[in-house]
């Protein structure tokens, strides 16, 4: 499965054991947080690929989410979905199954789509099942196949397109069940999309369009080597 995202999330492991953050790797860690989370932290620049550069303070903080949303509906444009694919958000853990009014990552596709026009419907087509085992219970991460036993699919999507749509890519694992869980409820998962990819060095640029293949779980995390 194909994953687009526009932004490198620069990992605080890296930041504390092998590098600090140059500059527009904190405008891209603080673009995807603040694409994440609706809030604002402190000031950064966002970068597009015209060149324009918009600088985000507390009073233009939704800018974010809507510039995530314009690279949503360029990548579904690009690709020529079918007309009405289904666009999933991949599940906070918020997502509970008695939880009403939305989640995270429902509000964040929403706002991030607010007054555009684009091929698809948002819908809320997963929910957690209860809440997540811890991290530690997972060998440090939550893998693919502990995740999705608490996946559940929401409504009918046999025979419907599909596209993930979350905040950020970091080892994959609960992105690749979520594509498991709906495609054996019937849909086919077309690919996903994401604002930021975890990386963790500076090879990656900071603010691009960029495509990454996900077919395994990422562990692209190696620690820092003692000297001697």
């Known amino acids: 499965?194909?994953?687009h995202f526009i932004s490198a999330y620069y990992s605080e492991l890296a930041h504390k054991e092998k590098a600090k953050r140059k500059p527009e790797y904190w405008d891209s860690y603080l673009f995807v947080w603040a694409v994440k989370t609706g809030q604002f932290k402190t000031p950064f620049t966002i970068f597009f690929r015209n060149g324009e550069k918009v600088k985000i303070n507390a009073g233009n903080i939704k800018r974010a989410r809507s510039a995530f949303g314009q690279f949503i509906?360029?990548?579904?444009?690009?690709?020529?979905?079918?007309?009405?694919?289904?666009?999933v958000p991949?599940?906070?853990k918020d997502a509970q199954p008695n939880v009403k009014g939305g989640y995270r990552s429902l509000w964040m596709l929403a706002e991030a789509l607010k007054e555009r026009r684009y091929p698809g419907v948002i819908h809320d087509g997963l929910r957690w099942t209860k809440g997540l085992p811890r991290a530690h219970e997972g060998n440090g991460h939550r893998s693919r196949?502990?995740?999705?036993?608490f996946l559940r699919v929401q409504g009918n999507i046999s025979g419907r397109s599909v596209v993930l749509v979350d905040d950020v890519l970091s080892t994959g694992s609960t992105m690749l069940a979520a594509k498991e869980v709906l495609e054996e409820a019937g849909a086919t998962v077309l690919f996903a999309i994401t604002c930021g990819k975890t990386v963790y060095d500076f090879q990656t640029k900071p603010f691009k369009r960029q495509v990454v293949e996900l077919e395994n779980e990422l562990h692209e995390y190696e620690p820092a080597k003692e000297t001697p």
């Open 73 to 87: 509906v360029s990548t579904l444009d690009n690709a020529e979905v079918p007309k009405n694919t289904l666009l």
């Open 1 to 3: 499965m194909d994953v």
């Open 145 to 149: 196949a502990q995740l999705k036993q």
């Open 90 to 92: 991949v599940p906070s």
